[in-house]
């Protein structure tokens, strides 16, 4: 199979559980009935509506493989790119999806005013929280690597094991389908 | 949560402010007489409305005769709600399946792979009828131990593991079907045993008997049989599994087969003890059968009585061994179909069919 375009969501699925995004990749999507899922889209469209402009980028990571980001909001004015969440859980995974929206928009040659690279935010409406996100050089070459074993994912007849942390699982809206 | 609703009125089914009302009309037909074929909607409008929120239908089961219009198809399709069509006689007729919403090319390769070599549809048909066999076990089990008169039971019990015990040994799809068959057979031989004397008197059983049923038991297992493929139909579409593609059964033979497959592994769990304590309880009695067109079919109150206990054990939670947690029995249907993709996707995890262990 042909790799997929690789989004933000995938990388952040990745961090997360990479069973998850071999699912994923395969068209086997679990949040169709996750009520945190459809919260947390709701948050995003009713969050900051006056400063959005979702904007769709695509670029090409080193290795070749088709990159694209899906934008919640940019700030082209202050420069900022903004990614609304709803709460802290997978904060990790959360960071990642923005460095790698801001490493797409590097490849794809976006900049803010003056040239300069934009700046990632975190938003949590919910707990009135904002996170600022940078992207450091290490960064980028991780990203590299996460996108590559993606693409190696992608093409793997079986997915990959089960999270190492059962307990981790628990608030997964893939755990029916891992576990069931 | 969402759940099923069972429309028993006649009646016009409508999309109005972005929900469903239910326009009730009262029956103009009379069992035995031809249908009006005009075209015109049966029935007059009485004026009585009840309003399904729409949010809160998983699915819809038509028993009377509603009519629906295009917009109302639109509607319910965008809502992804199935709706099940049963015929006068409470037969299962059709289904109104919305487009597929969760699609997944691999996986539907990888259901059609499995079907095309025999080793691997012969692994999953096996677990069909593995499944089904171990159920029906639970279910003779559960009662042997309930009735004054255990030799039929036993004896029962002691065909269905005989025959059991040959699943993993036939090698053709047609000779599992001729094992599952002659185990139900034996099975069904021992309902009166479990039925206890007093209701083998009132409800007499030769045998499994479609179309018609020929008796009151045998309308009740077909009813409850056609409840148990809608809601496994039900439970695919809430999947990326396709449900013509199937292995127990051939696909597309009659209907969405792999519903059917999955059907074997759930009616002795989920029709079977319901209409053993349907009638051990006295919910259903001789009166709400009636005989029809030369077979015998629940009259409406005993399909509503049916119904009632049907969705009260869909909802009925049991705690789930590997998930650890409670999960009704209509969710044991949703993972089992699970079970079936991770089996699809990966061979090192074999499907092998719900087992009910109480």
């Known amino acids: 199979m042909t790799a997929p375009r690789i989004g933000g969501m995938l990388v952040g699925y990745w961090r997360v559980c990479p069973r998850k995004a071999w699912y994923s990749m395969r068209g086997l999507w679990m949040e169709q009935e996750s009520e945190a899922v459809a919260l947390g889209r709701l948050l995003d469209r009713t969050s900051y509506r006056r400063r959005r402009r979702p904007a769709l980028i695509e670029a090409t990571a080193p290795d070749g493989t088709p990159l694209v980001a899906k934008l919640d909001g940019v700030d082209l004015r202050a420069g900022v790119l903004h990614e609304t969440k709803k709460g802290r859980s997978c904060e990790d995974a959360h960071v990642w999806q923005v460095r790698f929206y801001l490493w797409v928009l590097r490849l794809a040659g976006v900049t803010g005013p003056g040239g300069r690279p934009l700046r990632g935010q975190l938003d949590y409406p919910a707990l009135r929280r904002t996170e600022p996100v940078a992207l450091e050089l290490e960064h980028e070459g991780h990203l590299a690597e996460v996108v590559s074993a993606l693409a190696a994912c992608a093409r793997q007849d079986v997915p990959p094991e089960r999270h190492p942390r059962r307990s981790f699982c628990r608030r997964c809206a893939f755990e029916a389908l891992c576990y069931g | ?358």
Request: aromatic share 10%.
């Open chain 2, 1 to 358: 949560m969402p759940r099923d609703h069972y429309l028993f009125s006649n009646g016009r089914l409508r999309r109005r402010q972005n929900t469903l009302w239910l326009e009730k009309a009262t029956e103009d037909r009379v069992p035995g007489v031809a249908l009006d074929d005009t075209g015109a909607p049966s029935g007059t409008l009485t004026g009585e409305k009840a309003v399904l929120p729409v949010e809160a239908v998983d699915a819809l089961h038509c028993f009377g005769e509603i009519d629906l219009n295009a917009k109302l198809v639109v509607f319910l399709a965008q809502q992804r709600i199935p709706v099940h069509v049963y015929d006068y006689y409470g037969n299962y007729a059709a289904t109104l399946y919305p487009r597929e919403y969760l699609l997944s090319g691999r996986l539907t390769v990888a259901q059609a792979e499995h079907y095309l070599r025999p080793a691997r549809r012969l692994r999953l048909a096996r677990a069909f009828v593995g499944a089904g066999l171990y159920n029906i076990r639970r279910v003779l089990r559960y009662h042997a131990r309930r009735v004054g008169d255990e030799a039929p039971v036993r004896h029962a019990l002691a065909v269905v593991e005989r025959e059991a015990a040959r699943v993993p040994e036939e090698a053709a799809i047609p000779e599992l079907m001729a094992v599952e068959g002659r185990a139900r057979d034996a099975y069904y031989r021992a309902w009166p045993a479990m039925l206890g004397p007093r209701l083998a008197e009132v409800f007499p059983f030769d045998g499994r008997q479609r179309r018609p049923p020929s008796n009151a038991l045998n309308a009740a297992i077909s009813f409850g049989n056609a409840l148990c493929y809608a809601a496994c139909l039900k439970a695919l579409y809430r999947t990326a599994l396709d449900p013509t593609i199937s292995y127990l059964h051939e696909p597309g033979d009659r209907r969405y087969s792999l519903a059917l497959d999955l059907a074997e592994v759930f009616k002795p769990l989920l029709v079977d003890r319901a209409i053993l304590r349907l009638l051990k309880t006295g919910r259903l009695q001789p009166s709400h059968f009636e005989g029809r067109l030369g077979g015998t079919y629940l009259t409406e109150t005993g399909r509503r009585r049916f119904v009632e206990a049907w969705d009260e054990r869909l909802r009925r939670t049991v705690r789930h061994r590997r998930l650890g947690r409670h999960v009704s029995y209509e969710r044991l249907i949703r993972l089992d179909a699970y079970r079936l993709v991770r089996h699809l996707t990966d061979p090192a995890d074999p499907y092998v069919g719900f087992r009910a262990w109480w």
